[in-house]
């Protein structure tokens, strides 16, 4: 039997065309922040660069590796958290080395400190399923507290722990653009504990009507996030022009001429037992709509056999729209 949790080499995509040009782009204009992002606006606007139609900004390999800049998710958790956040830099602690900070938690795709070691995650998925995404939210924050060590029974020195998936599409009714859970009594709805907190970022649930509820910074990760195509690449950098919006496209492009480090993540551990469990999840969910298929046929078939006292067989097949197979089984009944 194939083994569907394995991978062949992963695709880098057909980015061969472009990538000289970005490649010449970041060499000339290393370290110059300014002068580079206009550089790179100037080529994306050109049709001299743009984006990877394999690893697109939402992609949680290359989110992994764009959002293990501080300055990229600093400001995520601050506009989430609505606190002035100051992180501490997982790449001088894992002394610059982007794969060790990626592999140091293997259940999120980006995992933090603050000054005060309370702990900040941000996960990207594709979409929310009620049940199955609501506990595993719960049960992902469950992990990172009981990860930390308790010395004589001191619960009390635990530290905080802020759970962020960010969610391409839910489709679940009335669900807000961010919503923000915590355990609460339910005689009183006072918060019962503010050790776990779990945050959802909808992100089709952000459009004109509530964006301005939300922070600056959110609605410009929705768009970035949101870009499938040259056209949409080229509308976010004429849109927005902020230091948030320009590090997006600055660390987008930086990662996706890196093959190297593509390939060293997508064959990563931590990246194996993500799409195993998409995969997994993926061949429930066929076999739950052949179930559903197998059901609706077995049902039809049994409708048209009790219908074969009163009409032709004929008349039963165009009613029921059966197949020729289905058919056959009539007539060998009739």
Known sequence: MEDKTRTKTP????????????????????AREELLYSRLKSAIIAGEITVNTVYLPANYRIFSIMFYH??????????????DISVLDPLVEHRNDILKAIESSIWVDVFLKDEKSRIFTLDMQRFYFKKRSRNRNIYYGAKELAAQKVTDCRYEKLKQV?????FEKNTTPHVPPVAKLQL?????????????????????????SNEQDLPEDLIILKSFLSIQTHDDLCLFANTYDTIFSRRLVIEYMNAIINDELLLKVAG???????????????????????????????????????????????TIARKLKLSKDEIAVLESAG
């Open 11 to 30: 695709n880098l995509g057909n980015y061969t065309e472009y990538s000289p040009k970005l490649k010449t782009i970041f060499q000339s204009t290393y």
């Open 70 to 83: 501080k300055d990229l998710s600093e400001p995520v958790i601050r506009a989430v958290v609505g606190e």
């Open 184 to 208: 609460t009594d339910v005689n009183t709805n006072e918060i019962y504990s503010d050790l776990m907190t779990l945050y959802e970022i909808n992100l089709n649930r952000i459009n004109g």
């Open 268 to 314: 990563s551990e931590k990246f194996m037992f993500k799409l195993s469990e998409e995969v997994l999840f993926e061949e429930r969910e066929e076999g739950k709509a052949e179930g559903k298929a197998e059901g609706k046929a077995e049902t039809k078939l049994e409708d048209a056999l009790s219908l074969l006292d009163v009409l032709d067989i004929p």
């Open 162 to 166: 802020s759970i962020t998936f960010i």
